[in-house]
């Protein structure tokens, strides 16, 4: 009778471990799923510039130059539904195109054009209108808070934000909308 117990015991430790690993296993999934999305945006990226670098090199034929379009508006899903906020950030990378992975100042108005997460974190400011939040918040609302390196990745973009006074700091660790 003794060793049913302790074979049940070690069956249920055992379903218990799996269940934990399984989660966290979840979690590790969508952070890499994010991550290689990037990633293939950024490649398409370096992609159309390259091409278009390539047709302003002389000597070279002309490439297949990328078509200059308009980024699509970027809208924040709420922060009550995380399932539904991941689902529209995705579809939102796979709707925004980006010129470039980071800054560059190939706005036609002078202006300067961001990347995918830049984006968003304004357009949720822009949303968000006078109210102070915290990062971890914006992270919320974008699907970006699974793991410490996506909120820290929304950290750094604030800060940033911050730095070209596109982003006012409200007070430790809170953040508004700069009002103009």
Not at 166 to 178: I, M
């Amino acid at each position: 009778m003794g060793s049913v117990t302790q074979t049940a015991r070690a069956i249920e430790s055992t379903a218990e471990s799996l269940q934990e690993d399984l989660a966290r296993l979840e979690i590790q999934k969508q952070a890499l799923e994010r991550e290689l999305a990037a990633v293939t945006a950024h490649l398409g990226s370096v992609r159309r510039a390259l091409d278009a670098l390539q047709a302003l090199m002389p000597g070279t034929g002309p490439a297949a130059a990328p078509s200059p379009r308009d980024p699509a508006p970027v809208s924040v899903p709420s922060p009550a539904k995380p399932e539904a906020a991941r689902a529209a950030a995705t579809a939102e990378a796979a709707a925004v195109p980006s010129a470039t992975a980071g800054r560059s100042d190939e706005a036609g108005d002078g202006g300067t054009t961001y990347g995918k997460l830049t984006e968003q974190i304004l357009a949720y400011f822009a949303q968000a209108g006078d109210t102070e939040v915290r990062a971890r918040d914006v992270a919320s609302a974008l699907g970006r808070d699974t793991d410490s390196g996506s909120i820290n990745a929304v950290r750094s973009t604030l800060d940033r934000l911050v730095g070209a006074s596109r982003v006012q700091r409200a007070g430790r660790g809170l953040y508004r909308a700069v009002t103009r």
